[in-house]
């Protein structure tokens, strides 16, 4: 069965300094791996996602992911964090869906807290 | 706007009762979602719809909980005999997809949350 896993409940770090939100995952065949930040009292907003093709994904708001096969891992990584940026994110995997098994899994939700 | 809208936003109920939440996507994507989020948790995959067909339904939580997309557009999700565990945030999301898909972008309404005494 596939799974996700975000080893940390919360990051907090300083305004300027880079971020990185980690992120495992467990399939038996080939993922799709996504990210998702939720603001409070609102939905998910989609950030990035990796399908095929080269490692490192670009996404909104300069935010980035490396897709590593071998350590079977996503991280979300900026470079320069914003206070605006505090908020849950969310690491989710699909695999390859069949016609009638469309379910993607996510992880538990990391908090990240940019202080200034 | 033309997300994925949510109604309503907020309900209370008491035990017992029966709710119903509707669930407008985006007007050109074929597929609709709808999940569950409790506290301190991500969302939990209930069912999913490719255009009017349930393509899958056996991670609905309980017979309690019933969904339809009659034509193929609006959504509603049907909770009968609410109990207070049912308290929770309930997600829609809807995409794009092909039949050997699973790629495409899912993108999520605001939810309602739900509240049962």
């Known amino acids: 069965a596939q799974s996700v896993a975000q080893p940390e409940d919360q990051v907090n770090v300083a305004e300027g300094n880079p971020l990185t939100v980690k992120c495992t995952y467990s399939?038996?065949?080939?993922?799709?791996l996504f990210w998702y930040v939720q603001y409070p009292n609102r939905g998910l907003q989609f950030l990035l996602k990796?399908?095929?093709?080269?490692?490192l994904v670009k996404g909104s708001y300069g935010f980035e992911a490396e897709f590593n096969k071998s350590q079977t891992s996503f991280h979300l990584k900026k470079p320069s964090a914003l206070v605006s940026d505090s908020a849950l994110y969310f690491c989710?995997?699909?695999?390859?869906?069949?016609?009638?098994?469309?379910?993607?899994?996510f992880g538990a939700g990391t908090r990240l807290t940019v202080k200034p | 706007d033309t997300g994925v809208s949510q109604d309503p936003r907020h309900k209370i109920t008491k035990r017992g009762q029966n709710v119903t939440f509707r669930c407008d996507p985006i007007?050109?994507?074929?597929?609709l979602y709808w999940y569950r989020q409790t506290l301190g948790q991500g969302p939990e995959f209930l069912t999913y719809?490719?255009?009017?067909?349930?393509?899958?339904k056996s991670r609905l939580l309980s017979d309690r909980f019933s969904a339809e997309r009659p034509k193929g557009s609006f959504s509603t999700l049907e909770i009968q005999r609410t109990e207070q565990g049912d308290s929770a945030m309930y997600l829609c999301?809807?995409?794009?997809?092909?039949?050997?898909?699973?790629?495409?972008?899912?993108?999520f309404g605001p939810g309602t949350r739900l509240l049962v005494l």
């Open positions: 399939v038996s065949g080939n993922p799709y």
């Open positions: 999301a809807s995409s794009w997809g092909l039949l050997a898909g699973g790629e495409e972008t899912q993108y």
């Open positions: 719809f490719q255009n009017e067909a349930q393509l899958e």
């Open positions: 989710a995997v699909r695999v390859t869906a069949r016609y009638n098994n469309n379910d993607m899994r």
């Open positions: 990796y399908i095929t093709g080269d490692n």
């Open positions: 007007s050109e994507h074929n597929r």
